[in-house]
C-alpha cells in the first residue's frame, strides 16, 4: 500500500471539510487505483514468522485479522475522525452496535449513566434494559432542559448519553452548557449525532467526549448498508474501546465500508440540500398541521439553541395531526410519491409513524412520557424536488380531509 496525501494527518486536518469527505483517508495499492479498494479478506499473510509475531506483540503496525484492521475500513475509519475533527475513530456493524460498543465498553456494575429521555427507541433499550441488567444504574431525563442534567449526576455518574436532534422528537441537547458540567464533573459524554452527522454538527468542538454514529443514515445516505462508527481520543479508541471491541466483535464489513466512503464524498453536498429542502417542505407543513417540530423553523422552541450549534437542521423533522394514530396512518396511506418507510438520512423521501413502528418496542408509557403521541409522523426529506414533495403532502393532506 502506498500512502498518499490522504494518510497524511498533518496535511488532511488542514483541509476543509469538503474535501477531506472526498480525500481523506485514501490509500492507494501498488495499483494506484483512482478510487478506493474493496479489500474482502477476512485474513492476511505474512512473509515470516517473525513478521507475524511482530504485529501480534504490537511492536511493527501492519493487518492481522479483519475483525481487527482491514485497508478498506481503515480508510473509512480516518476519513470519519477527520470530518468529526476527532484523533480517532472505530467503524462498527451498524449504529446500534456502536452504541452499545460506546457504552459498554466504559462501563460496570455500580455506575450510573444519565440518558435523555427522548431516544431512538434501541437506545433507550439499552438505558432501560440492557445497562441495568450489569448493574449499571440509568437515569432518563427531559435533556432539553439544562437543569434536568446537573440534579441527576450521582457520586458514581461516569457517563451522559444522548442524541442531539433526538428521534423523533426534535429536542436538541445544549450541547456547550452539558458537555461543559460533564467535563467539571469527570463524566464522559456519548453523543450519538445520527441526526447531524459532521457536515451539520461536530459534537467535540463543544467539548463532547465522544461521538457515535449510525453511519446507516446520512453517511451512506441512499439508504444501501448498516454502518455506525465512534469516534473520540486516540487514548480512548485504544485503550478502552478497542480490548471490547477486538474481543466482542462488533466489525464492520469491508463491502459496506466502501459503499459508506463512496457516500461521504457527496455528505456535505447532500446535507447542505436535503436540509434546505426540509425546511422548504417544513414551511409548508406548517400552516397545515396541527404541530410541526423542526428546529430550523422559529416555531421550534429551541430554534436560537440549533443555530448556534448546527449548521443547517438536517433532513429530519416530525410533525403531529389531529386524531390520532388513524389519521397519520391515513395519511401515510394516501402518499404517492413519498414512501412508506422507517428509515431516515436516505435520498428518498420517507415517512413513518413512529408510535406503531421505530417505538413500538419502547412501550406506550415511555411513548407518552417522551412525547412520541399517536399523531406524530416523522418525515426524511430526501433530493426530490421540494416541489413534488410538496405537492404529494398537499395532495395527500386533502384526501384525508387535514
Ligand atoms: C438509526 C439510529 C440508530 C441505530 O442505527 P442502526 O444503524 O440502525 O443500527 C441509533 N441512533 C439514532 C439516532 C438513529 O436514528
Same mark, same amino acid.
Given at each position: 500500500?502506498?500512502?498518499?496525501?490522504?494518510?497524511?494527518?498533518?496535511?488532511?486536518?488542514?483541509?476543509?471539510?469538503?474535501?477531506?469527505?472526498?480525500?481523506?483517508?485514501?490509500?492507494?495499492?501498488?495499483?494506484?487505483?483512482?478510487?478506493?479498494?474493496?479489500?474482502?479478506?477476512?485474513?492476511?499473510?505474512?512473509? /515470516?514468522?517473525?513478521?507475524?509475531?511482530?504485529?501480534?506483540?504490537?511492536?511493527?503496525?501492519?493487518?492481522?485479522?479483519?475483525?481487527?484492521?482491514?485497508?478498506? +475500513?481503515?480508510?473509512?475509519?480516518?476519513? &470519519?475522525?477527520?470530518? !468529526?475533527?476527532?484523533?480517532?475513530?472505530?467503524?462498527?456493524?451498524?449504529?446500534?452496535?456502536?452504541?452499545?460498543?460506546?457504552?459498554?465498553?466504559?462501563?460496570?456494575?455500580?455506575?450510573?449513566?444519565?440518558?435523555?429521555?427522548?431516544?431512538?427507541?434501541?437506545?433507550?433499550?439499552?438505558?432501560?434494559?440492557?445497562?441495568?441488567?450489569?448493574?449499571?444504574?440509568?437515569?432518563?431525563?427531559?435533556?432539553?432542559?439544562?437543569?434536568?442534567?446537573?440534579?441527576?449526576?450521582?457520586?458514581? #455518574?461516569?457517563?451522559?448519553?444522548?442524541?442531539?436532534?433526538?428521534?423523533?422528537?426534535?429536542?436538541? +441537547?445544549?450541547?456547550?452548557?452539558?458537555?461543559?458540567?460533564?467535563?467539571?464533573?469527570?463524566?464522559? #459524554?456519548?453523543?450519538?449525532?445520527?441526526?447531524? #452527522?459532521? %457536515?451539520?454538527?461536530?459534537?467535540? /468542538?463543544?467539548?463532547?467526549?465522544? +461521538?457515535?454514529?449510525?453511519?446507516?443514515?446520512?453517511?451512506?445516505?441512499?439508504?444501501?448498508?448498516?454502518?455506525?462508527?465512534?469516534?473520540?481520543?486516540?487514548?480512548?479508541?485504544?485503550? #478502552?474501546?478497542?480490548?471490547?471491541?477486538?474481543?466482542?466483535?462488533?466489525?464492520?464489513?469491508?463491502?459496506?465500508?466502501?459503499?459508506?466512503?463512496?457516500?461521504?464524498?457527496? *455528505? /456535505?453536498?447532500?446535507?447542505?440540500?436535503?436540509? !434546505?429542502?426540509?425546511?422548504?417542505?417544513?414551511?409548508?407543513?406548517?400552516?397545515?398541521? %396541527?404541530?410541526?417540530?423542526?428546529?430550523?423553523?422559529?416555531?421550534?422552541?429551541?430554534?436560537?439553541?440549533?443555530?448556534?450549534?448546527?449548521?443547517?437542521?438536517?433532513?429530519?423533522?416530525?410533525?403531529?395531526?389531529?386524531?390520532?394514530?388513524?389519521?397519520?396512518?391515513?395519511?401515510?396511506?394516501?402518499?404517492? *410519491?413519498?414512501?412508506?418507510?422507517?428509515?431516515?438520512?436516505?435520498?428518498?423521501?420517507?415517512?413513518?409513524?413512529?408510535?406503531?413502528?421505530?417505538?413500538?418496542?419502547?412501550?406506550?408509557?415511555?411513548?407518552?412520557?417522551?412525547?412520541? +403521541?399517536?399523531?406524530?409522523?416523522?418525515?426524511?426529506?430526501?433530493?426530490?424536488?421540494? /416541489?413534488?414533495? &410538496?405537492?404529494?403532502?398537499?395532495?395527500?393532506?386533502?384526501?384525508?380531509?387535514?
Amino acid at each position: 500500500m502506498k500512502r498518499t496525501t490522504g494518510q497524511n494527518r498533518a496535511i488532511t486536518s488542514k483541509w476543509k471539510p469538503a474535501t477531506q469527505a472526498i480525500r481523506g483517508g485514501t490509500w492507494r495499492s501498488e495499483h494506484g487505483e483512482t478510487s478506493e479498494a474493496i479489500f474482502m479478506t477476512s485474513g492476511y499473510c505474512y512473509d /515470516d514468522a517473525q513478521t507475524v509475531a511482530a504485529r501480534f506483540a504490537e511492536e511493527e503496525v501492519g493487518m492481522t485479522y479483519s475483525r481487527l484492521q482491514n485497508p478498506t +475500513v481503515q480508510m473509512l475509519e480516518e476519513r &470519519i475522525a477527520l470530518l !468529526e475533527g476527532a484523533e480517532a475513530c472505530r467503524a462498527q456493524a451498524s449504529g446500534m452496535a456502536a452504541m452499545t460498543a460506546a457504552l459498554l465498553c466504559q462501563l460496570k456494575a455500580g455506575d450510573h449513566v444519565v440518558a435523555a429521555k427522548a431516544a431512538f427507541g434501541s437506545c433507550r433499550w439499552l438505558v432501560d434494559n440492557l445497562l441495568p441488567k450489569f448493574g449499571i444504574e440509568t437515569t432518563a431525563i427531559e435533556a432539553a432542559k439544562n437543569e434536568e442534567w446537573e440534579k441527576a449526576i450521582r457520586p458514581n #455518574t461516569r457517563v451522559f448519553f444522548f442524541e442531539t436532534p433526538a428521534n423523533p422528537t426534535m429536542d436538541l +441537547v445544549d450541547l456547550n452548557y452539558v458537555c461543559g458540567l460533564a467535563r467539571s464533573r469527570g463524566i464522559v #459524554t456519548v453523543v450519538d449525532n445520527a441526526f447531524a #452527522t459532521p %457536515a451539520l454538527q461536530r459534537p467535540l /468542538d463543544f467539548g463532547a467526549d465522544i +461521538v457515535a454514529y449510525s453511519a446507516t443514515k446520512l453517511m451512506d445516505g441512499q439508504g444501501r448498508v448498516l454502518a455506525g462508527a465512534i469516534c473520540g481520543s486516540e487514548e480512548f479508541i485504544e485503550k #478502552t474501546l478497542m480490548p471490547f471491541q477486538r474481543n466482542t466483535g462488533p466489525t464492520l464489513s469491508p463491502f459496506n465500508a466502501w459503499v459508506v466512503l463512496k457516500g461521504l464524498e457527496t *455528505l /456535505d453536498l447532500r446535507a447542505r440540500r436535503q436540509s !434546505e429542502n426540509a425546511l422548504a417542505v417544513g414551511k409548508f407543513m406548517e400552516g397545515r398541521v %396541527a404541530k410541526i417540530l423542526h428546529p430550523g423553523l422559529p416555531s421550534h422552541p429551541q430554534h436560537n439553541l440549533a443555530m448556534s450549534q448546527m449548521k443547517a437542521c438536517g433532513p429530519i423533522f416530525s410533525f403531529i395531526v389531529d386524531g390520532g394514530r388513524e389519521s397519520a396512518h391515513a395519511l401515510l396511506n394516501a402518499l404517492e *410519491l413519498i414512501d412508506i418507510s422507517n428509515n431516515i438520512g436516505d435520498s428518498r423521501s420517507l415517512m413513518t409513524h413512529p408510535a406503531s413502528t421505530t417505538h413500538h418496542g419502547v412501550g406506550p408509557e415511555v411513548r407518552e412520557d417522551m412525547g412520541v +403521541v399517536e399523531g406524530m409522523l416523522r418525515i426524511n426529506v430526501g433530493l426530490e424536488d421540494p /416541489d413534488d414533495l &410538496i405537492a404529494d403532502l398537499d395532495q395527500a393532506l386533502t384526501k384525508v380531509g387535514l
